[in-house]
């Protein structure tokens, strides 16, 4: 009889293990890893949305004490940020008083602008993909690099233009799409400029595509007269052309959401920031930021 139990154990604990085996194999194959030996970047393919891994975000770089903010702050999931697609309307509670330093206050607004942005272009399947030091801090922090005071994005011309069109309506009231043509004070001097793009109609010749938070204003844009919206952005970089390698087939955690990237993201940013480009430097500080509860015309109003 005790023979017998422990048989019974011994195939019980076998068949347990073949089963975790199994599952593990399974779970692996749907994740891609980069190779970096200090930082490990979750890919999620196609839409599966998973868990961040926090690889980078417990090293000795987050012990670092700093006066404007924290090396590893809570991620705007952690916060309690919420923002989904439900029956067709966008449900995003502004959570930009969730956070005490001001530049992290700005990095969740600008957060939520992605994150709308993704919403709306998944929903009229628009291509584009973060880049920059918005892809850098996807990669090496899970979110923004702490220092960071904008967002970066690319999309090809046409896709630009798709946007343009058909889905800016469909940003909230708090948002707006900003181009030359909605604000003609952005037009630069030289008409030249990279983000010039012949278009016909009333898309011709429009320059420095962005998003904008209406209740946000960065001051000092008083001094130049204040002729356009000059709050927190997302800033749109538009290319006429576009590699089949760039073509965007993943997507990585950021802020515990996740946003598309370019195929080939690690030879960019290898190319971009060095191979190193995972190490922390914990020597930076942000640049000004904005008042991130007041919009120019609110503050420009109570000026005069």
Not at 122 to 133: A, L, N, R, T, V
Request: net charge neutral; glycine share 6%.
């Amino acid at each position: 009889m005790r023979r017998r139990q422990i048989l019974f154990v011994f195939i019980f604990l076998v068949a347990t293990m073949c089963l975790l085996t199994i599952s593990l194999m399974q779970t692996s194959s749907k994740l891609t890893f980069s190779p970096t030996n200090q930082s490990v970047v979750v890919i999620v393919e196609r839409e599966e949305i998973v868990h961040p891994y926090y690889g980078n975000r417990f090293g000795k770089h987050c012990l670092v004490q700093l006066k404007w903010g924290k090396m590893c702050p809570e991620l705007y999931t952690e916060l309690g940020g919420k923002c989904n697609l439900i029956d067709g309307t966008i449900q995003c509670p502004d959570i930009r008083n969730h956070a005490k330093f001001r530049n992290r206050q700005a990095q969740l607004v600008m957060t939520r602008m992605l994150r709308i942005f993704d919403l709306i272009a998944q929903k009229h399947s628009i291509d584009y993909w973060i880049f920059g030091g918005t892809l850098l801090g996807a990669t090496r922090h899970h979110g923004f690099i702490p220092w960071d005071y904008d967002i970066d994005i690319e999309m090809p011309l046409e896709e630009y233009v798709k946007f343009f069109q058909f889905a800016a309506k469909d940003l909230p009231p708090d948002i707006f799409f900003q181009n030359s043509v909605s604000d003609p004070a952005l037009n630069p001097d030289d008409p030249s400029g990279y983000h010039n793009h012949e278009i016909v109609g009333i898309y011709e010749a429009t320059w420095n595509p962005r998003l904008r938070d209406r209740n946000s204003c960065y001051k000092f844009c008083f001094s130049f007269g204040c002729t356009w919206h000059d709050g927190l952005m997302v800033d749109i970089f538009v290319s006429p052309s576009m590699k089949r390698s760039s073509v965007p087939r993943k997507r990585i955690n950021f802020e515990g959401f996740t946003f598309p990237v370019q195929n080939d993201w690690e030879e960019y940013l290898i190319e971009n920031f060095g191979e190193k480009y995972f190490k922390v430097p914990t020597d930076q500080e942000p640049k000004e930021s904005p008042d991130v509860f007041h919009g120019c015309e609110e503050l420009k109003g109570s000026s005069r």
